[in-house]
């Protein structure tokens, strides 16, 4: 059992990672029920936060389903940081996750995210602040470096450890890298394997199957992994992961039925969440992630993001589960 302080996470947790425009509660709802075994937020401006800005404090929405959950924020300035966390844990969630690893520019250019690991003095006072002034457990998801001659990723995760920070996912690749190339969980067993650090360490990069999910938790050791790009469209990654560990044999892909099953409940949360105009039109960047690999399925797809009444969007899904219920593809 991986335990983070008193939180106790299953044997090898299977984590839901962080993702700007997608880990919201909708999302969330469907890779629960497919078997994450702890999620977290999309990350949160501490700036917004600190400012009440409305789009940063909707994302502390939590449900009890959902637990245990970790809400993310990032920022560049420690005393932003310092109460933007204090804001997020009356939220009450399990966790409080600071993100270092953010790599797109308006983030890590300024400081934050990524950006933090080009100043580790820095970014370890600003962990220490955080730790220090709540009282839930703190986490960290960072990256290996700013690039490939400054990968100082032990040092890190000491520096990080010394100030009280309970866990680390690393994900395997540099901020210069952003997400091509192939993520280096070599760093990551590094990590893991140093005899100074003793804190839960979780790998994140690249996993997208069954099997590499088990190769690369034999090969490296890894306390257990988060999952980001890989369960978009395909919330089912979690349980199929688990089945596969349990029993060496990869479970059938879901059918059609199944697809436009998970796509409704996302569509009526969605719905549920933001209000009707924002739900419809910010679920239509999930209908072509669930169809993918349909054949002939273009003209579907256009009516689904064109639709902006709900009940025609339900109808549209039923017409699809009918016209593929015998020429879909039941391959990933």
């Known amino acids: ?39 977290y937020t999309e990350f949160i401006s501490a700036e917004g936060l600190i400012r009440d800005a409305a789009k940063s404090v909707k994302k502390l929405d939590i449900y009890d389903y959902e637990r245990p959950i970790g809400i993310q924020i990032f920022g560049d300035k420690i005393e932003s940081m310092r109460e933007a966390a204090r804001i997020a844990e009356e939220a009450q969630p399990e966790i409080l996750d600071i993100n270092y690893g953010c790599p797109v520019k308006k983030v890590a250019c300024k400081g934050a995210g990524a950006g933090i690991l080009l100043d580790l003095p820095k970014m370890q006072a600003m962990t220490k602040e955080i730790v220090d002034n709540v009282s839930l457990p703190v986490t960290v998801k960072t990256r290996l470096g700013w690039d490939e001659n400054s990968i100082k990723i032990i040092e890190a995760a000491k520096r990080l450890q010394d100030v009280g920070v309970q866990a680390l996912t690393i994900h395997g690749r540099t901020r210069k ?142 017409e699809i589960a009918a016209r593929f219920e015998f020429s879909f593809s039941t391959t990933p």
């Open 1 to 39: 059992m991986v335990k983070i302080s008193n939180l106790e996470l299953n044997e090898f947790p299977l984590l839901l990672a962080p993702m700007e425009d997608v880990s919201d509660p909708p999302f969330r709802a469907v890779c629960k029920e497919n078997g994450a075994d702890m999620m």
């Open 177 to 318: 890298q952003m997400y091509k190339g192939e993520a280096d969980w070599s760093y990551i067993a590094e990590v893991k394997n140093h005899p100074d650090i003793h804190i839960p360490i979780f790998g994140n990069g690249d996993i997208d199957s069954p099997e590499k999910a088990l190769e690369y938790k034999n090969k490296y050791g890894v306390d257990g992994i988060m999952i980001g790009r890989a369960s978009i469209g395909y919330p089912w990654i979690f349980n199929e992961i688990k089945h596969y560990f349990k029993t060496g044999e990869k479970l059938q892909a879901p059918d059609i039925h199944e697809r436009v099953s998970v796509a409704k409940k996302h569509l009526d949360f969605s719905i549920e969440w933001k209000g009707d105009r924002k739900g419809i039109y910010e679920m239509r960047r999930h209908y072509t992630n669930y169809f993918r690999g349909i054949p002939n399925f273009k003209p579907f797809r256009t009516k689904l993001v064109e639709c902006n009444d709900y009940h025609e969007i339900r109808e549209l899904l039923d």
